[in-house]
């Protein structure tokens, strides 16, 4: 039996919509399953985390990134998989691990049952499942949650978001250490963290990020100016800013984070409180299908 655990109102409802056609599908296939909905952040932790120990085949995210990050946080190291059709604004996690964006594809591909074993990496009680930020893109990542607009806007959410951010954002100290090799920058106005090349609705913000190769992908930008940042944002969608001198790509397997001010932390698009963060991979500890 396949479980489902649908938010129906990701992507401006599209959770739902997407739902319905899927069970239609599941009927006609007459693929036995179960459906729990969310009406809370958090609530799909908790369903997923209610359904270790029983006879599952995999629990089935349908919604957005942050439906991903909730059902993956509770499927780590079960060994129950974890399956995904996008029903968001962004779907970052479908286009890293090659999931379509079809829901009639993607479920096709759930019900292949073929498992893989991807990375998550530990942040004190949370697990990141794709991607994390600190900084600029943390505060962009929470204008857009908080607002009005992310539902109808869809990933042009971000760029809205990144603009109203930029009019108040101010870049900090930070002190970065990765694998023991302390680092301090100036005018750092964001570092991302990776575990798979894109966030944000498609920038290509860590191009070489693998989900399997036990290591985090890191992108600082710092001693930009305002007009440096808004000249450079645009080539982060085909993974251009790599070469820029403010642009430095680090990897590692465990990293710590301190910086002043205080920063904005999130994972998978979700806040989770503000620096100093400590963060560590965790190999081949969630299965996909």
């Known amino acids: 039996m396949y479980v489902f655990i649908v938010n129906p109102v990701s992507g401006n409802g599209r959770g739902r919509r997407v739902w319905s056609r899927v069970e239609g599908w599941l009927m006609r296939y007459q693929t036995p399953y179960q459906v729990h909905f969310t009406n809370a952040p958090g609530q799909a932790v908790e369903l997923a985390r209610s359904m270790i120990g029983r006879d599952i085949q995999a629990v089935v995210a349908v919604g957005g990134d942050g439906t991903v990050h909730e059902v993956g946080n509770a499927l780590v190291d079960t060994g129950i998989p974890l399956g995904y059709i996008p029903a968001g604004s962004g779907n970052d996690f479908a286009q890293a691990q090659g999931i379509p964006l079809h829901p009639k594809q993607a479920l096709h591909r759930v019900l292949r049952n073929q498992m893989k074993q991807m990375d998550t990496a530990r942040i004190g009680a949370r697990s990141l499942i794709g991607f994390g930020g600190i900084g600029f893109d943390g505060q962009v990542a929470k204008a857009v949650n908080q607002s009005s607009f992310s539902r109808r806007l869809g990933r042009f ?8 951010t930029l009019k108040q954002y101010r870049p900090a100290r930070v002190t970065l250490t990765t694998d023991g090799m302390e680092q301090v920058f100036e005018q750092v106005w964001l570092v991302a963290i990776c575990n798979q090349p894109n966030y944000g609705g498609g920038m290509q913000i860590c191009p070489g990020a693998r989900h399997d190769d036990g290591l985090l992908n890191l992108c600082c930008v710092h001693g930009l100016s305002k007009g440096g940042l808004i000249k450079l944002f645009p080539s982060v969608y085909k993974g251009r800013h790599t070469s820029h001198p403010s642009v430095l790509l680090l990897k590692g397997r465990r990293i710590t984070l301190r910086s002043d001010p205080p ?13 100093p963060l400590s963060i560590e991979i965790h190999p081949r500890s969630l299965a996909v299908l």
């Open 263 to 275: 920063l904005v932390i999130h994972t998978d698009g979700e806040i989770i409180g503000e620096t």
């Open 157 to 164: 959410a971000y760029l809205l978001g990144f603009l109203q």
